[in-house]
């Protein structure tokens, strides 16, 4: 009995000894959990904190003069200097720093994650880093029971700022002419061939209103115009879908902007939605409307009128059909009795909205022209045939010069090239954004047309009178046609060519801090840098010049001979011809060359109701978004 007592005492100090093992090992894991736990959230947070500091600079807000990003090189120094200021033990680890962009990823089972792809320091689409870290683990308490002293923490995170900014190109305000601008605005909103609905959108005189011109429209009052929520016009499924017809979009917009313009305004508006109410073609809204931000869904992104008119253009691009533009009454050229213009979008406008640096650009309308005239003949012309006829007994009767001019436009584009976050010691605290624009360029040709330009027939591509004059003799006894022959049509290119702008300085911050609205922005505080008209002017009249200037001209007469001869009476022909030739070059020289011509009463005038300058534009910055860096994702990044 005594030998099995002290057998059992035994065997319960090898259950003890066996236990206070178990004990002390759970102990030690414990503990060795809990460093490791301590520190990998260390490190999880070193690398979140380097993320943050480094894409500051990736991004564009390193406080560089020039606002240019960080390369790689760069931003692995930015790293290591995070590191170094928030860790006692920064000797040990190792990182990998990588500049590109955040993207949503699907994995395998469908799932969209955010993810990161690196991008070479060329890229404009760089606003993201990932920083990946990596440290031996704690010293185990217990090596071989609660893991290896080889263990290595890993930690990786990816921070993005993505600097945003807005801007618009179209043409200046001030060169808007009042008759040719009703008559576009009732072109591109009326339905095809609606004389009615054209007069009536004339008589609202929409040049004469001030406030059209002025007012600024935001996000969330075009959303709300549509019925629609901002975050739904940055869906493209959504735009897609929402093709409004004009008297929606008006009259909405007329409820959206009651009490934030003056009520001249949103009556005119209500007046236009009237007018226009016949007009089913949809407004496709995906061809116009660029990224959008609901973070600046109260700042002004577009103006009114250009929001108007860019909404017709983008229904008349989805149409495809050219229409006819009543200017009749809204043009008065010396000499001209018949204007008939025909227009046809063949890209809508765009409106840029919010977008980071490299990546944003707005752009112009890209459309044809068709002009087809008929000018008159100088009565001194008519005089001196007159006058040479006058012992034949003749009359003379000179048809009026049909002229025709075919004007491919290229869209204009604005670009944002670059953006200075806000630094304390730069700029007063305010970004700066920098701005190029490349020209709207056209291709114009000159030439003559047969029937009616109300038809609007295509320009003779051979030999074909440009004038005609008809002889009749007295009882009938001789007559003849002359003729003054264009040769051929003539084409020139204009415009074109890309400039640096001067960078915008001026804003006015929102209370968010988040948004900087452009000083000379819709509704804000003017400014001398902001818009900013770049081009010559004068572009597209020195291509009519020239295409005066290259115009080959000739004579003939269905009279067989030199002479034209009644009786015993003859007179030479090119006595009668050279009068008319001369007569024609008299007419023509002015209208196409001339201040008040056809270019300045008509063309010009015509192209800014449009939002377009042949060899110039007018680039507005609308607002600069910049926002705080945050860590998108934390998921450990797999190195290849």
């Not at 990823?105 to 994650?113: A, F, R």
């Not at 009749?472 to 003729?483: E, H, Q, R, W, Y």
Request: charged share 10%; proline share 6%.
């Amino acid at each position: 009995m005594r030998n099995t007592c002290s057998q059992q005492r035994g065997f319960a100090a090898v259950f003890a000894a066996m236990a206070m093992i178990a004990m002390l090992s759970a102990v030690a894991l414990s503990i060795d959990i809990g460093r490791l736990y301590t520190a990998q959230r260390e490190l999880q947070k070193l690398a979140d904190i380097a993320a943050l500091d480094t894409v500051r600079i990736a991004s564009g807000c390193s406080g560089e003069a020039a606002g240019t990003p960080a390369g790689q090189a760069a931003a692995m120094a930015e790293t290591s200097a995070s590191l170094l200021r928030n860790s006692n033990a920064a000797q040990d680890i190792t990182m990998l720093t990588e500049v590109g962009r955040k993207l949503l990823v699907t994995s395998s089972d469908g799932e969209s994650l955010l993810g990161f792809e690196p991008l070479p320091d060329a890229s404009p689409l760089r606003d993201a880093v990932r920083v990946r870290l990596t440290r031996p683990a704690p010293a185990r308490l217990i090596p071989g029971i609660t893991g290896s002293s080889d263990d290595v923490l890993v930690a990786s995170a990816v921070a993005a700022q993505p600097a945003r900014g807005e801007l618009s190109i179209g043409s200046d305000v001030l060169a808007l002419n009042g008759g040719v601008l009703n008559s576009v605005v009732g072109g591109l909103l009326c339905a095809a061939g609606d004389a009615v609905c054209q007069s009536e959108v004339i008589a609202l005189n929409v040049a004469g209103n001030g406030g059209l011109l002025s007012a600024g429209v935001t996000l969330e009052q075009l959303a709300t115009a549509l019925s629609l929520s901002v975050p739904d016009l940055a869906d493209p499924l959504v735009l897609d879908t929402q093709t409004p017809v004009a008297s929606e979009v008006l009259d909405g917009l007329a409820g959206s902007l009651a009490g934030s313009v003056d009520g001249s305004v949103t009556a005119l508006l209500s007046a236009l939605a009237a007018a226009t109410a016949g007009n089913t073609e949809g407004m496709p809204l995906a061809s116009l409307l660029g990224p959008v931000s609901e973070v600046a869904g109260e700042v002004p992104f577009v103006n009114l009128f250009d929001l108007i008119v860019g909404l017709g253009q983008a229904s008349q691009a989805a149409n495809g059909a050219p229409i006819r533009l009543n200017l009749a009454n809204a043009v008065n050229i010396p000499n001209v009795s018949e204007v008939h213009v025909f227009l046809r979008v063949i890209e809508p406008p765009q409106f840029s909205g919010m977008g980071p640096a490299g990546q944003t650009s707005a752009h112009t309308a890209q459309l044809s022209l068709q002009l087809r005239l008929a000018v008159g003949v100088l009565p001194s012309t008519s005089n001196t045939l007159n006058s040479l006829l006058a012992l034949l007994g003749t009359s003379v009767n000179i048809s009026p010069i049909k002229l025709g001019a075919d004007i491919e436009v290229a869209r204009g584009e604005a670009f944002l090239d670059s953006l200075q976050c806000p630094q304390r010691d730069l700029n007063n605290g305010l970004p700066v954004a920098g701005l190029s624009a490349r020209t709207a360029a056209a291709e114009v040709r000159l030439g003559t047309y047969a029937g009616s330009g109300a038809s609007a027939p295509p320009l003779t591509a051979v030999a074909a009178p440009i004038v005609t004059a008809s002889v009749s003799a007295i009882f009938g006894l001789a007559s003849t046609t002359l003729n003054v022959v264009l040769n051929q049509p003539v084409t020139v290119s204009a415009g074109g060519g890309t400039q640096v702008l001067e960078n915008v300085t001026r804003y006015q911050p929102l209370d968010e801090v988040l948004v900087y609205v452009a000083d000379g922005a819709p509704l804000a505080p003017p400014s001398p840098e902001n818009p900013q008209r770049v081009g010559n002017g004068n572009v597209l009249s020195g291509a009519f010049s020239s295409l005066f200037g290259s115009l080959q001209l000739s004579t003939s007469s269905s009279a067989g001979g030199s002479n034209l001869c009644v009786l015993f009476v003859c007179v030479p022909l090119s006595g009668l011809l050279d009068p008319l030739l001369t007569g024609v070059t008299a007419v023509l020289g002015p209208l196409l060359t001339g201040v008040g011509g056809l270019v300045d009463a008509l063309l010009d005038p015509l192209l800014n109701a449009l939002g377009i300058q042949i060899g110039g534009a007018t680039v507005t910055l609308h607002a600069v978004e910049i926002p705080q860096p945050k860590v998108v994702t934390t998921a450990v990044a797999v190195l290849p």
